[in-house]
């Protein structure tokens, strides 16, 4: 983190005077290509809401981790969610349901059992507001390392699975014939989904963290021309508003997180005026 920290001083920026600023800023230059990568699998498969889900059932397991006095609650989630995904793969591989039918019911059911825990025997629900709005500026060093090796992952499963994973989407039939597993496929998307999610849930907070899962391959969606286009610039756009998102929450004194939020909302809205006109 020294390092780190000696190359902030370089930049003559008056909100990288401080230590914590600095590890918010590293851990969103992080965030921003796993958010983006994740981003256009999410959004060529038709997961969208899966990732809400999984929110959900974070916020359920960090409740539970909680109740038996947890010192980092958070793992309990990352479990927690990564059994969450891996039940609903199992579902859905054996249901006739449709995917935003279970969607819905694992959603609507993790988010009941969550406040269920967390209100049990009475308790307070505001010691949870902080996994629902986020901090990024109160991310740690620690932090920031399991980042870096979630970021390392992720950046494997995109080599390896990516292409197949949007051939499963558009034809999951036809995947299975040229011998692509698609059970195993959807399963490790939907655990690495759940990681991310998790450990990005008391950066971001839970209300907005879906936004940043689809909007940076949905605003690439509207400009691209082919999937080259369509991952470099759902990379781009998340690192955009992720740099833009922090710079306004420290001058503004706002949310970081809904900052972010917002501004892959307006590049949406631009990248979709370039469509129009293109079309």
Not at 25 to 30: F, G
Not at 92 to 114: C, E, M, P, Y
Request: glycine residues 10%.
């Amino acid at each position: 983190m020294s390092i780190w920290y000696t190359l902030c001083d370089l930049i003559p920026l008056e909100m990288l005077r401080w230590d914590f600023m600095k590890n918010a800023l590293l851990a969103l230059l992080l965030m921003a290509p796993l958010f983006g990568l994740l981003s256009t699998m999410i959004v060529t498969g038709r997961m969208s809401f899966f990732s809400d889900a999984l929110g959900h059932s974070a916020f359920t397991g960090i409740a539970i981790g909680s109740i038996f006095g947890l010192a980092a609650p958070i793992w309990a989630a990352v479990g927690f969610s990564i059994g969450f995904a891996l039940l609903f793969s199992w579902v859905r591989n054996r249901s006739n349901q449709a995917a935003d039918t279970l969607i819905g019911v694992f959603s609507s059911s993790a988010v009941a059992l969550g406040i269920f825990i967390a209100t049990l025997g009475g308790g307070s629900f505001t010691k949870y507001n902080k996994f629902l709005i986020g901090d990024i500026l109160s991310v740690t060093p620690g932090e920031i390392g399991m980042l870096v090796l979630v970021l390392a992952g992720v950046l494997v499963f995109w080599m390896l699975f990516a292409n197949r994973l949007s051939l499963i989407a558009i034809h999951p039939q036809l995947a299975s014939s040229r011998g692509i597993r698609v059970g195993l496929a959807q399963t490790l998307f939907t655990a690495a989904i759940a990681v991310v999610v998790t450990l990005s849930i008391s950066s971001v907070g839970l209300l907005i963290l879906n936004s940043l899962l689809v909007l940076p391959a949905a605003s690439a969606r509207n400009i691209s021309r082919n999937i080259k286009e369509y991952t470099l610039f759902s990379v781009l756009f998340a690192l955009a508003a992720g740099l833009g998102g922090l710079t306004l929450s420290y001058y503004l004194g706002s949310s970081a997180g809904a900052a972010i939020s917002l501004i892959l909302a307006l590049i949406f809205a631009v990248t979709f005026s370039f469509r129009k006109v293109r079309g």
